[in-house]
Structures are given as C-alpha cells and as structure tokens.
T-cell receptor, first 115, second 112 residues
C-alpha cells in the first residue's frame, strides 16, 4: 500500500514554464514532507522540505504548497530549466528525532524540460 | 558529492547466493538508513541504525540483515538471493534530528 501517492508519473515542460507535481497522503501522523531530486546514476538529494504548520515554503525557484485539510502537497518549479530535468520524489515522515529520516516516498515524477 | 560512500557500485550474482553491501556515512553523521529502489516498489525504507543501534525497521525481508559498526560504517547483508532482489540499494546518512538524508550513489544488485 502506497502511503504517499504522487502524480503525474512523467511531465514535459518547456523552458521557462512552470512544473507542478502533486502528492497526497492519508496518514495524519505525517508531519515532515520533503522533496528529493534524483539525477540518473546518482542518489536522491534533498531539494526542499515543509512542516504542516505552514502552507507554503519557497526556496529560489522551488515552492512547496501544503494543504493540511486536503492532505495534499505539491512542488512548483518556476522558470523551469533544462538542468531541472530529473526525477522528483515527494516523501513523508512521522518519525521523531533520530528517526525523522524514515521516509515514505512517492513513486516519482520524471521531469523533462525542453530548451 | 554527498559524502556517503557505497561499495560495490555494481554486483552480479546468482540466485541462492549471499552478498554484503557496505556504506560509509558522512563524517559525524550517526544515523545510517538503507533504502531499496526498484521499478516495482519504488524507494522503500529497509532499516535504520543510530550510533550502532537499530532504531527503525521497515519492509526488510528476514533474509536481509544489517549492522552498524563502532566506526559508524554499515553493512547490509542479503542472503538466499532471489531474482526479485535485483534492485538499487541506497545508503543514506543523516545528522541527528534534522531529517535530511544524504544518499550515496547506490549499489546496483543484479541476481541472475
């Protein structure tokens, strides 16, 4: 049973466009929601993360929007660039302290940004 | 470079065999996590160690075991291998209490 559902599976966006990836969860005990970026041949790397006490977090061109009542969160990539082409994973954790890295990952979204 | 080192990068073996994957965490990180990435299951948490002790357990098969040594490196042992165990195995380390995972580049296991 997938604890975090992610869509779309793949996304093609033109350079300069906005990329939007959505995730949904059921477990209300989740209280840490990171996004990871993975390039081919590499391990995932943390992009941005949010806690449910805020509805939005922005870091550069990357923004997480969080809707606690709907149990949904999304990643927006503004001014998408070819270098953003990668696989993006949303994740959730109900860990505490040293177990915070025990993550439930979505299935991933393969983003391709055309120049 | 995340600072997490995994060896070997690639491993091809036969069904029924046993392999050991090794992970060296970033300097100073006490937590080591093991994740399995496959087309069928995606990224799945297997097990976590914190300063030598098992801290959390996920969907890890009984044929699999892990440990973290006093120097904080970790090993994942996979035995009685089956075709379905073919996957990319990631190790990640984390500074205490932050939740941020630093992943290695993975060990790709192929079971023939």
């Amino acid at each position: 049973q997938q604890q975090v559902k992610q869509s779309p599976q793949s996304l093609i966006v033109q350079k300069g466009g906005i990329s939007i990836i959505n995730c949904a969860y059921e477990n209300t005990a989740f209280d840490y929601f990171p996004w990871y970026q993975q390039f081919p041949g590499k391990g995932p790397a943390l992009l941005i993360a949010i806690r449910p006490d805020v509805s939005e977090k922005k870091e550069g061109r990357f923004t997480i929007s969080f809707n606690k009542s709907a149990k949904q969160f999304s990643l927006h990539i503004m001014d998408s660039q070819p270098g953003d082409s990668a696989t993006y994973f949303c994740a959730a954790s109900n860990g505490r302290g040293s177990t915070l890295g025990r993550l439930y990952f979505g299935r991933g979204t393969q983003l391709t940004v055309w120049p | 470079d995340s600072g997490v080192t995994q060896t070997p990068k690639h491993l091809i073996t036969a069904t029924g065999q046993r392999v050991t994957l090794r992970c060296s965490p970033r300097s100073g990180d006490l937590s080591v996590y093991w994740y399995q990435q496959s087309l069928d299951q995606g990224l799945q948490f297997l097990i976590q160690y914190y300063n030598g002790e098992e801290r959390a357990k996920g969907n890890i098969l009984e044929r699999f075991s892990a440990q973290q040594f006093p120097d904080l490196h970790s090993e994942l042992n996979l035995s009685s291998l089956e075709l379905g165990d073919s996957a990319l195995y990631f190790c990640a380390s984390s500074p205490s209490m932050t939740g941020e995972l630093f992943f290695g580049e993975g060990s790709r296991l192929t079971v023939l």
